[in-house]
């Protein structure tokens, strides 16, 4: 039996170590604010600035006045928002076929599109950029949003949750209340996969948002994303470390808003898991 003091011990000693990882994970987006809010000569204090200073919003006007950033911001949201919104809705219904739906070849079917998670991205951007050309696409944001409308790890971890979360009983049921195909995937599938459409959305919403390669291969300098047009505001022969980060703090902001708002899913999620294992 567990003496009440080494309980009370150990309790501290949790909470100290979240403090610490809290702090530490904290202190690189706090540092880029007090960047953020000074000018570029700061930099080269000694010691460095470590409360934030007063020019964060004319930082953030020079932002906007360098780069069309507004746009971009429009840009990344709808991009991110739309690709978030499908996978998560076409992960979930590949993965009831596949979990708790026996079809021919399914089995093999998922292993083929689990084995396209081992081939590089890179490979497949210039035929994709061919297409982009074919379909005259270049430069507009079905670009990046067709192409991204599915992916394998969704489907594989659809898949997966589905198939422990998902009772076949509570499939058989609703199929002798007469529910078809369809209605048990709105009415008793999309409700059991919350939680991980939820964590499945946060993940794909900031790997949508932090993609850089592919939006600076297809799209133009007038018509950027968030990422694109960052790299734009850090090029040049002196790097201006303040607007870049002003512009960084403006990026990220976005991101903090979906946690915000899914992080209760998420946790949800987590914990559910949790009791299952």
């Known amino acids: 039996m567990t003496p009440r003091g ?5 309790r501290t000693l949790t909470y100290l170590t979240l403090m610490a990882v809290a702090f530490f994970s904290a202190l690189p987006l706090y540092y880029s ?5 000074r000018d570029n000569s700061a930099l080269a204090d000694v010691p460095p600035p470590l409360i934030p200073g007063g020019n964060l919003f004319a930082n953030i006007a020079r932002v906007f006045d360098t780069v069309p950033f507004a746009l971009a911001l429009l840009n990344s949201v709808l991009v991110s928002g739309a690709i978030a919104i499908s996978v998560m809705f076409f992960s979930t219904l590949a993965g009831f076929a596949f979990a708790k739906l026996r079809f021919r070849g399914g089995k093999i079917l998922l292993v083929v599109t689990v084995a396209t998670m081992m081939v590089p991205t890179q490979l497949g951007i210039i035929p994709l950029y061919l297409l982009m050309v074919k379909l005259e696409w270049t430069g507009s944001l079905y670009a990046l949003v067709v192409p991204a409308l599915t992916n394998a790890f969704g489907v594989f971890f659809m898949t ?9 009983e509570l499939l058989e049921a609703g199929r002798v209340d007469g529910c078809t195909t369809w209605g048990l995937f709105w009415h008793v599938v999309l409700p059991v996969a919350r939680p991980a459409a939820a964590v499945l959305g946060m993940l794909t919403f ?9 939006p600076l291969v297809v799209l133009t300098p007038e018509n950027p994303t968030v990422q694109v047009a960052l790299s734009t ?3 040049g022969y002196v ?7 002003a512009g960084t703090a403006l990026g990220t902001l976005p991101l903090v808003i979906v946690f ?3 992080g209760k899913q998420v946790i949800g999620g987590i914990m ?6």
């Open 272 to 277: 559910q898991g949790a009791v299952k294992g």
């Open 233 to 235: 505001l850090a090029a």
């Open 260 to 262: 915000a708002l899914l």
């Open 33 to 37: 604010v007090v960047v953020a809010s």
């Open 239 to 245: 790097s201006d470390y303040a607007l870049s980060l």
């Open 206 to 214: 900031m790997a949508a948002w932090n993609d850089y390669f592919w």
């Open 6 to 10: 080494g309980t009370s011990t150990a």
């Open 160 to 168: 997966q949750y589905l198939s422990r979360a998902l009772p076949t």
